[in-house]
């Protein structure tokens, strides 16, 4: 199928997590299973097609919320939201009750935590956005401040003509002042299209320059923030998938306005997120934990659908990377709609035994793995749900026994699940 036709579909069509989701056989099972170890509880009888989910203590009473940003009805004439879920009674995994906090908002991607003003609350950083928007505007960000009392919306930007899938603040030009940093992303007609990264000047009290100013080059998806050379400022580690140059690349904040670019790997195809991970081995050290984007039905010379991690050398435009996870494989995509495996991960200790493992969302792989470390740096891979194609996956230790749940999107299935140890 042409370039052409395949945009022409996403123009008219709304699109899931990341790819538009379509009926397509399932890949073959992989050998090891771990399904039957989980009960699965559903949080929601129709949630409005969820995408991503943050689970954090939003509302500072001690226990995790679920932050899920709904695509519904989003599209170039529709619009979705983000709800908020909190569990009925502390504790209680159970039952949860929904509030919405923002809607009319066309795909909201990954939320995040960040206190903006400096009240000592967190408030929410809202990205969204998406190719099938195009070739409209709707691209923004919005942050929701956290009152004390509800939740208030401001605009940094909207109707823009890039996409934006995470967003975060940092000091960036060294004023003492929190500035806000994104990728801006967009297809391109007949090209793999293109990202650029942008910084929102920030002011004391939480307002920010509507006007982006351009920074680099690259990166996108769901990145993330961290000093990684050690010189006290804050870095970019970041998938690249639009106009890819790497696979996954990251930006390192010289100072003065001045940032330079480095590869991490070339060799992994697109890529869909990269996050830094403290003491993934055990061993005190920070290591990027990546997750590319591929499809090896659709294209046998791809590069195979992955979880990596990265052992990270700042003096290097390469750094060591180890594949952990096995089997994950996207289905075939239907016609006109591309997709890929996997999605979006989460970090966590799945069974108590004080290490680190990785839950992640197959995406175009209808399943969603766990990552189980069973000795230091060595990780079994497991199925723990099927049939939950496009969305996201993420820890959420509810009832705070340290042995976390799992919860579960897919905005193909219009699904949201909680799974809990049996």
Request: net charge negative; aromatic share 8%.
């Amino acid at each position: 199928m042409s370039r052409f036709m395949n945009l022409l579909f996403a123009l008219v069509a709304p699109a899931a997590a990341w790819e538009k989701a379509g009926p397509a056989p399932l890949p073959p099972e992989p050998r090891l299973s771990a399904e039957a170890a989980y009960e699965a509880i559903e949080l929601d009888g129709d949630p409005g097609r969820p995408a991503f989910i943050l689970s954090a203590d939003v509302t500072g009473d001690g226990y995790p919320e679920l932050l899920v940003s709904k695509f519904a009805g989003s599209g170039p004439a529709g619009s979705g939201r983000l709800d908020l879920y909190a569990m009925e009674k502390p504790g209680d995994a159970r039952r949860w009750r929904r509030t919405t906090l923002a809607d009319r908002i066309k795909f909201p991607n990954m939320p995040s935590l960040a206190d903006v003003n400096g009240d000592g609350r967190a408030d929410i950083l809202l990205p969204y956005g998406f190719l099938a928007c195009m070739p409209g505007k709707c691209g923004g960000i919005e942050w929701l401040e956290n009152t004390g009392g509800g939740w208030k919306r401001h605009t940094v930007i909207h109707n823009y003509e890039r996409f934006f899938h995470r967003a975060v603040l940092l000091d960036a030009d060294g004023d003492g002042v929190k500035d806000m940093v994104a990728v801006g992303e967009k297809k391109g007609l007949f090209d793999g299209g293109s990202s650029e990264v942008y910084l929102f000047k920030g002011d004391v009290g939480g307002s920010f320059s509507g006007e982006p100013t351009f920074l680099a080059k690259g990166l996108g998806g769901v990145f993330d923030a961290g000093d990684i050379d050690g010189d006290g400022d804050t870095d970019l580690v970041s998938p690249e998938y639009f106009g890819r140059q790497a696979s996954f690349a990251w930006l390192e904040n010289a100072g003065g306005g001045d940032w330079r670019r480095h590869t991490i790997d070339n060799s992994s195809g697109g890529g869909i997120h990269l996050a830094l991970v403290p003491d993934l081995y055990g061993d005190g050290v920070t290591r990027a934990v990546g997750a590319n984007h591929t499809n090896t039905a659709d294209d046998a010379a791809a590069p195979e659908s992955a979880v990596f991690v990265f052992d990270i050398k700042s003096g290097s435009d390469a750094w060591p990377k180890t594949k952990i996870s096995e089997g994950i494989k996207s289905r075939k995509s239907p016609l006109g709609g591309p997709q890929g495996a996997p999605g979006v991960f989460g970090t966590g200790d799945a069974d108590g035994d004080g290490d680190t493992d990785i839950v992640v969302h197959g995406d175009g792989d209808p399943r969603v793995y766990l990552l189980e470390q069973v000795s230091r740096g060595k990780f079994r891979t497991a199925v723990v749900a099927e049939d939950m194609a496009q969305g996201a996956a993420v820890f959420c230790d509810a009832e705070r026994d340290g042995l976390p749940e799992i919860v579960v999107s897919s905005y193909e299935k219009n699904k949201l699940v909680l799974l809990k140890r049996k």
